[in-house]
């Protein structure tokens, strides 16, 4: 199984970035999907969630600025990010509830 982040990368605040995962390995269309966030010195924060018939639930941090979706056909997850704040700095990781991936690094300025 392979859950491959991208898109990260330094953004002003008030900015947008979107993130994408490729998964392979997996029958992604059955898979609820995570997007978690590593800060520095900060636990782990779910950050939004994605059930295999689309259907979207997002921490309180996220709610209004993040919008999580998939594409089953090409096995993709994406994460756009608008309004960005300094605390939304972090290492950006898709997940499954069994599979971890390697994450994308998301450094907002102000």
């Known amino acids: 199984v392979q859950l491959q982040a991208s898109g990260g990368g330094l953004v002003q605040a008030g900015g947008s970035l979107r993130l994408s995962c490729k998964a392979s390995?997996?029958?992604?269309?059955?898979?609820?999907m995570h997007w978690y966030r590593q800060a520095p010195g900060k636990q782990r924060e779910l950050v939004a969630t994605?059930?295999?018939?689309?259907?979207?639930h997002y921490a309180d941090s996220a709610k209004g600025r993040f919008t999580i979706s998939r594409d089953n056909v090409r096995r993709r997850l994406s994460l756009q990010m608008d309004s960005v704040k300094s605390e939304d700095t972090g290492v950006y990781h898709c997940?499954?509830?069994?599979?971890w991936g390697q994450g994308t690094l998301v450094t907002v300025s102000s």
């Open positions: 997940a499954t509830n069994n599979h």
């Open positions: 994605i059930t295999g018939d689309g259907s979207a």
């Open positions: 390995g997996i029958n992604f269309r059955l898979y609820t």
